[in-house]
């Protein structure tokens, strides 16, 4: 069955710095990825998927994420992070219809 | 267009009881999901419904179950509830059904605390 594993549950970034947050997934067939960011006391929002078009995805805010098969890797980055960016970031793999999320990712954005 | 919205907000139940939670999809969509997320295993998938069927199933025990009503609400219910049973359960619909296509729109979530 496909997993995901995110590196670091929590990153910590100065406004303005480049945002790197970590996602491998295993998966038996081509997968289906996303990022989803969760603000305090809401709900999922999609980020960005990747669906075997374009290996450099770009999803809204500003982030994308570049799907590397031979690294089994789908990284979220944004050049420039902005305070609003604070959230929980979970980066999640579906294949066969089953879709499965990793652990997720805290970014705190320091002034 | 509203968003998904899922009742209520916050409950608190003791061991054995049971408790229903509602989600109504966005006007249109067919696919109903939910989760279950706490600091200890994440976001879970429970099961997913389309059109009044269920779809898939997660690793879940029978003691969690679903429905969908022929207008695309959702409920589930959890009976004789366990501590650890106390998680955010998210609700998520889709126009389509099969989450390959991520096109998932989550509601705030049902906060169940289990004394």
């Known amino acids: 069955a496909q997993s995901v594993t995110q590196l670091g549950s929590h990153v910590s970034v100065s406004e303005g710095a480049l945002v790197l947050l970590r996602c491998n997934y295993s998966?038996?067939?081509?997968?289906?990825l996303f990022w989803y960011v969760q603000y305090p006391n809401q709900g999922l929002q999609l980020l960005l998927k990747y669906t075997s078009a374009a290996t450099l995805v770009k999803g809204i805010n500003g982030f994308e994420a570049e799907f590397k098969k031979s690294e089994t890797s789908f990284h979220l980055t944004k050049p420039s992070a902005h305070m609003s960016d604070a959230a929980e970031y979970f980066c999640a793999v579906s294949e066969n219809n089953d879709m499965r999320f990793g652990a997720g990712t805290r970014l705190t954005v320091k002034p | 267009k509203a968003g998904v919205t899922q009742t209520p907000r916050y409950l608190i139940k003791t061991r054995g009881q049971q408790v229903t939670l509602s989600c109504s999809p966005i006007s249109g969509h067919r696919s109903v999901s939910w989760y279950q997320q706490t600091p200890g295993q994440g976001l879970q998938f429970l099961f997913e419904?389309?059109?009044?069927?269920?779809?898939n199933k997660g690793n879940f025990p029978g003691r969690f179950s679903g429905r969908q009503f022929s207008n695309s609400r959702s409920e589930m219910n959890v009976s004789t509830l366990e501590l650890g049973d106390s998680a955010l359960y998210l609700c998520?619909?889709?126009?389509?059904?099969?989450?390959?296509?991520?096109?998932?729109?989550f509601g705030e979530g049902s906060r169940l605390t289990v004394l």
């Open positions: 419904y389309f059109s009044e069927t269920q779809r």
């Open positions: 998966s038996s067939v081509p997968p289906y």
């Open positions: 998520a619909s889709s126009f389509v059904s099969g989450l390959n296509t991520g096109e998932l729109f």
